[in-house]
């Protein structure tokens, strides 16, 4: 079986899009589950996926926050 394509530029992207999109819900459920409501400009912002480290830096953000804007402080 030819596995090559697992090794593959196209292979990893699609890993990486992939992660992106999972961390995206992990903060949008994040947020909803402490009752904060997510308003169309800030989930517009939230999926922009501006890449897996501003996502890592966003959900502890959003564990603990009390409005969504607070997601962005300091970011």
């Known amino acids: 079986m030819d596995l090559s394509i697992c090794k593959s530029s196209i292979s990893w992207e699609i890993r990486d899009e992939g992660g992106v999109q999972r961390g995206v819900e ?3 459920v994040a947020l909803r589950t402490c009752g904060i409501d997510v308003p169309g400009a800030t989930h517009e912002r939230i999926t922009d996926r ?6 890592r830096l966003w959900l502890p953000r959003a564990a603990t926050a009390t409005s969504a804007e607070e997601l962005f402080d300091g970011s």
């Open 50 to 55: 501006d890449g897996p480290d501003r996502l």
């Open 26 to 28: 992990d903060i949008l």
